[in-house]
């Protein structure tokens, strides 16, 4: 590989040329000199129109096809710039060979909108982006990882540090034969995403990938060139019954034409836990145990015996005490990708090609060279061609495909993480003296076992997608006057290989001889070799525009367009999902000065009742760009933009999840517990028993989304302000009545009756300048964002503190608590729940209604009920190759509940440090936990609903990414044939800061996969 790049760049290194030149100045007699500046991109290759000025802003010239120009210095420097690019400062001299360097924040004059490209100057929605290179300096598997922190309105949460695969076959052995599992249905679309929850104004955006409706995020950063959300309802009305949800759009690099421009990544990293528990050691958990179990009136477990052997180690069969953690988790987990980017073209073809592998590694230990680790290795490929047939026809043909496969021990990462956690230091050894596994009649399966010895799982995901673009431009007959068409087929499907082995636990007590006695507890079986579909997806997309664009007296520039699109998933063994748009949009602005832009889209569904299947959507914006007048152009041109804008809209929202599956159409089956014992002997027949309830009157959820916003910029566009302000209403939400009731033998379906807003604020500010060769840059945003629950049909409530109705959406509800209860008397005089005897030391729950006892009258919101504030700052600089960026991202106003249960819910399981705060009489003024109990407390632990004890703040700050890299001289690299050689460092989660530091404040749970925290060194290669 490396042989075939060192090849290209010799074949298509770009010249340095050094012929001096002279020219008469025309004026008297003088001559002056001509300096030749070559400039060239970061491939290396001749920049067309870049520009020279002079250090009062006077264009001295602009370079050629060949990347040249030719320039009288009248000063001692002048600047070479060009859009994209970092300018350049040239001092007089010799002729110079410039390479301009990406801007970081590199914003185009044209920005990629839902199903289209449209001048930056003229979006009147809501609508921000974040390009390649804010991207790829975040080594991450999933690009919306990338995208944390970068985009006002976005906003995300890591849940995970690891994918879950998916395990679950979609088909089962019956009678009947091979029959689908319900438990993988309904659905019309399917993701490769389990590791990032994400929304954007609080709603799950549609995802569009290079103008098709995919929700994959497996994409390498490398190759995309963009990622655009759209939040306001005119941006995302051509979705139609989908447009509530607002657009996550990604654009792939596509061909340029010139010469080959090639780029090869190479990158390896580090993978560390971010947060892992930290249990205590078998006698720490021992002392305590038997606390618990004397506080609960009962016999000690633990003998003084019992303590001096864990303390002592000496026996490690009968007193084990072993760190789970340390035996089967290793600190650092490699990751390594690789990407091959090769772009380039003619005037009449230009082409893109990409390769992308990926490496990653979990953080289990394997042994005996059998790699039973979870782990995840990824093909991705993806091409482009674009083709002018004609001078007025284009053709252009995408091609992506993927190849992931997945590996996981044998006992699956779920079980695994599940038993880590709950599986005490004391319970077992390791391996027994006659290398068996340990185990319990309790614990029968081994830890170690499950993570090393058995077997594995193998998932395999398969994904190919070909979009064909036409395009033809009727100029010849009516200017302006143009025709596209998108055809685009998809297929995915998954499979799981199971090798799983299972085997037997010992428990090992000792005779009176002084002998092992072994006796076996657990399951043996051969390793096994089954082979399971998971995942089945296949879709058709094809759209259809016609559309004219003209200018009059090129003042007046009015465009407008016909849409047709429709969309057919097959997902599982379900019946083709079917969603078809009409839309008609229209846009004028006069002198880029005023705007005014509408769209209407009829827009269906086919798994509503016929007759109700379509609906009418509209939206409009206007805008007024305040700089463009003359009283600011003469007085204030400082001032370059200062753009009003206002959209409005009505838009829809199927909601697949709360519709249900042809719900309108009542279901009938047997359910295998309803029927009747039929004849002499009693056999059990199962009847056929009503599945739910049809709802005919169910319909798409709708949304009135108000959005007005302001876009400044300043000093030569040194300083940008965008700020946007938001109203979004939505009603006829599918929800289940609060005042259902059982007596018909069945739950009410979800009808159209909620009303929920979201309302909020959203700030970016962006400045970037050079002082000379030092190019630096900040960028920040921040969204503030409230959502309340305007109706819910909730039960009726006695008091104003038990309403859900005008709490924020999805609220949290529970009990009060004041603490912990101090002395006997407290205890005494305190309000009890459910009739639970209290005791000093356990939390002291709030009787809000003061009539003595804790019932559902008590329960109010708990935690955070302010509007959740979201921000992310980047910062960096680049000087003489050097280049440094850093981003951090943090939330306020976050709250979330986490239940500590001593020893786990059954009270037989480990125990962690956070226990060491326990509640006693000699701590009673410090104490962070409540008294130990075993297991279930109805008080202490959820038992009614939760309690504001187990509240938590998830406020934090991060240093999400850090990137530090250099690029050789030009000088340097031009004699080893290569265009640019950067060496680079980055770094992803560096460094939180939270108030409840316990827990990660994203992972807050202590059997999930943690955050990982990411070291990685790379170099890239530009010919």
């Known amino acids: 590989?490396?042989?075939?790049?060192?090849?290209?760049?010799?074949?298509?290194?770009?010249?340095?040329?050094?012929?001096?030149?002279?020219?008469?100045?025309?004026?008297?007699?003088?001559?002056?000199?001509?300096?030749?500046?070559?400039?060239?991109?970061?491939?290396?290759?001749?920049?067309?129109?870049?520009?020279?000025?002079?250090?009062?802003?006077?264009?001295?010239?602009?370079?050629?096809?060949?990347?040249?120009?030719?320039?009288?210095?009248?000063?001692?420097?002048?600047?070479?710039?060009?859009?994209?690019?970092?300018?350049?400062?040239?001092?007089?001299?010799?002729?110079?060979?410039?390479?301009?360097?990406?801007?970081?924040?590199?914003?185009?004059?044209?920005?990629?909108?839902?199903?289209?490209?449209?001048?930056?100057?003229?979006?009147?929605?809501?609508?921000?982006?974040?390009?390649?290179?804010?991207?790829?300096?975040?080594?991450?598997?999933?690009?919306?990882?990338?995208?944390?922190?970068?985009?006002?309105?976005?906003?995300?949460?890591?849940?995970?540090?690891?994918r879950t695969a998916k395990i679950t076959p979609i088909t089962y052995v019956d009678l009947a034969g091979s029959l689908p599992s319900e438990a993988t249905r309904y659905s019309s679309s399917s993701t490769?995403?389990?590791?990032?929850?994400?929304?954007?104004?609080?709603?799950?955006?549609?995802?569009?990938?290079?103008?098709?409706?995919?929700?994959?995020?497996?994409?390498?950063?490398?190759?995309?060139?963009?990622?655009?959300?759209?939040?306001?309802?005119?941006?995302?009305?051509?979705?139609?019954?989908?447009?509530?949800?607002?657009?996550?759009?990604?654009?792939?690099?596509?061909?340029?034409?010139?010469?080959?421009?090639?780029?090869?990544?190479?990158?390896?990293?580090?993978?560390?836990?971010?947060?892992?528990?930290?249990?205590?050691?078998?006698?720490?958990?021992?002392?305590?145990?038997?606390?618990?179990?004397?506080?609960?009136?009962?016999?000690?477990?633990?003998?003084?015996?019992?303590?001096n052997a864990f303390r002592s180690g000496n026996s490690p069969i009968l007193n084990p005490n072993v760190n789970w953690y340390n035996q089967v988790l290793r600190d650092d987990a490699p990751i390594s990708k690789y990407n091959l980017g090769v772009n380039g073209g003619g005037k009449t073809a230009r082409y893109a090609i990409s390769l992308s592998y990926l490496n990653q590694e979990g953080m289990f230990k394997t042994v005996d060279n059998l790699n039973t680790n979870l782990g995840l290795q990824r093909y991705l490929i993806n091409s482009s061609i674009d083709v002018d047939v004609t001078k007025n026809f284009n053709l252009g043909l995408q091609l992506f495909g993927r190849i992931q496969d997945g590996r996981q021990p044998g006992a699956g990462t779920g079980a695994i993480l599940s038993a880590l956690q709950s599986t005490p230091n004391y319970a077992y050894p390791v391996v027994n003296p006659d290398g068996s596994y340990g185990g319990s009649s309790i614990f029968n399966s081994n830890l170690y076992q499950q993570v090393t010895g058995s077997g594995y799982l193998l998932d395999n995901t398969r994904d190919l997608m070909a979009n064909l673009d036409l395009k033809y431009k009727f100029d010849d007959f009516l200017p302006g006057l143009y025709a596209s068409g998108k055809i685009n087929v998809a297929a995915t499907s998954s499979s799981l290989v199971d090798r799983n082995r299972r085997q037997p636990v010992f428990d090992v007590t000792y005779n009176e001889l002084g002998n092992p006695v072994y006796a076996r507890y657990g399951t043996i079986s051969n390793p096994s070799n089954s082979f399971a579909t998971t995942s089945t997806t296949n879709s058709f997309y094809a759209q259809g525009t016609i559309g004219y664009e003209t200018t009059i007296n090129n003042d007046h520039q009015l465009g407008g367009k016909l849409f047709v699109d429709q969309q057919i998933s097959n997902y599982q063994f379900d019946l083709p999902a079917k969603y078809s748009n009409f839309a008609a949009t229209a846009n004028y602005n006069y002198q880029s000065r005023y705007f005014a832009e509408a769209a209407v889209n009829y827009s269906g569904f086919n798994r509503f009742q016929p007759g109700k299947r379509y609906g009418t959507f509209y939206a409009f914006g206007l805008g007024w760009d305040i700089a463009a007048e003359n009283f600011i152009k003469e007085n204030a041109s400082w001032i370059n933009e200062l753009k009003l804008r206002a959209t409005y809209g009505r838009t829809g929202n199927t909601n697949e999840a709360g519709l249900g599956y042809y719900s309108w159409r009542a279901s009938f089956g047997q359910n295998g517990t309803n029927g009747y014992d039929l004849g002499a002997q009693y056999s059990f027949k199962s009847g056929i028993a009503e599945k739910g309830l049809a709802n005919v009157n169910a319909t798409w959820e709708k949304g009135?989304?108000?959005?007005?916003?302001?876009?400044?910029?300043?000093?030569?566009?040194?300083?940008?302000?965008?700020?946007?302000?938001?109203?979004?209403?939505?009603?006829?939400?599918?929800?289940?009545?609060?005042?259902?009731?059982?007596?018909?033998?069945?739950?009410?379906?979800?009808?159209?009756?909620?009303?929920?807003?979201?309302?909020?604020?959203?700030?970016?500010?962006?400045?970037?300048?050079?002082?000379?060769?030092?190019n630096y840059f900040i960028t920040a945003n921040a969204s503030r964002m409230k959502s309340e629950v305007l109706y819910m049909n909730e039960i009726q409530q006695k008091y104003a503190w038990n309403y859900r109705t005008g709490m924020p959406v999805g609220q949290t509800f529970g009990y009060l608590a004041n603490g912990l209860i101090q002395t006997q008397a407290e205890a005494d005089a305190a309000p009890r729940l459910g009739g639970t005897k209290v005791y000093p030391g356990d939390v002291k729950l709030v009787d809000l209604n003061n009539d003595g006892i804790i019932n559902i009258y008590d329960q109010t919101a708990l935690g955070n009920t302010k509007p959740v504030i979201y921000y992310g700052a980047t910062l960096g600089f680049s000087i003489k190759g050097f280049d440094m960026s850093i981003l951090l991202q943090g939330v306020k106003n976050r709250t979330y509940q986490q239940t500590d249960y001593a020893f786990g819910n059954n009270g037989d399981r480990q125990g962690y440090e956070y226990l060491l705060g326990r509640w006693t009489p000699e701590t009673a003024n410090t104490a962070t936990y409540p008294r130990l109990t075993l297991g279930f407390n109805a008080n202490n632990t959820p038992y009614l609903n939760n309690s504001s004890f187990w509240t938590h703040s998830g406020e934090y700050l991060r240093i999400r990414n850090i990137d530090v890299g250099y690029t050789l001289p030009y000088s340097i690299t031009n004699r080893i044939k290569v265009a640019g050689l950067r060496i680079f460092a980055n770094a992803q989660n560096l460094f939180t800061t939270t108030p409840y530091d316990r827990l990660d404040p994203e992972v807050y749970g202590d059997t999930a996969y943690p955050i990982q925290k990411i070291f990685n060194v790379g170099v890239n290669i530009k010919l």
């Open 1 to 162: 590989m490396l042989g075939v790049l060192w090849l290209l760049s010799g074949i298509y290194a770009v010249k340095a040329q050094q012929t001096p030149t002279t020219v008469s100045s025309g004026v008297g007699n003088e001559t002056r000199a001509l300096q030749k500046i070559t400039v060239v991109d970061e491939f290396g290759k001749p920049v067309n129109g870049a520009q020279v000025y002079t250090n009062k802003g006077v264009l001295l010239g602009t370079t050629n096809q060949e990347g040249v120009a030719n320039v009288a210095f009248a000063e001692q420097s002048v600047t070479v710039s060009y859009a994209g690019y970092y300018p350049k400062t040239i001092v007089k001299g010799a002729n110079t060979k410039v390479r301009l360097v990406v801007d970081y924040l590199a914003s185009a004059n044209f920005t990629n909108v839902l199903y289209d490209t449209k001048p930056a100057k003229q979006i009147l929605g809501a609508v921000s982006s974040v390009n390649n290179s804010q991207l790829k300096t975040t080594p991450t598997p999933l690009y919306v990882n990338a995208l944390t922190g970068r985009l006002p309105g976005f906003y995300t949460q890591q849940v995970s540090g690891f």
């Open 192 to 307: 490769d995403n389990s590791e990032i929850a994400f929304n954007l104004r609080g709603m799950l955006p549609v995802t569009i990938v290079d103008g098709v409706q995919r929700d994959i995020y497996s994409l390498d950063p490398e190759d995309i060139e963009s990622v655009t959300v759209a939040k306001d309802a005119l941006s995302a009305l051509l979705l139609g019954q989908k447009s509530s949800r607002g657009v996550l759009q990604v654009t792939t690099k596509k061909g340029v034409a010139g010469p080959p421009r090639i780029s090869f990544t190479a990158q390896t990293g580090i993978q560390n836990a971010l947060k892992t528990p930290k249990p205590l050691d078998a006698y720490q958990y021992a002392y305590l145990y038997n606390e618990a179990l004397q506080n609960s009136g009962r016999v000690a477990a633990f003998t003084e015996e019992d303590f």
């Open 704 to 774: 009135d989304k108000l959005n007005i916003g302001l876009d400044m910029a300043f000093l030569n566009s040194h300083l940008k302000v965008t700020a946007d302000v938001y109203r979004d209403k939505y009603f006829d939400l599918l929800q289940q009545r609060g005042s259902s009731i059982e007596l018909i033998g069945m739950a009410y379906p979800n009808e159209n009756i909620g009303k929920n807003l979201y309302t909020g604020q959203e700030l970016s500010i962006t400045y970037q300048n050079n002082i000379n060769s030092f």
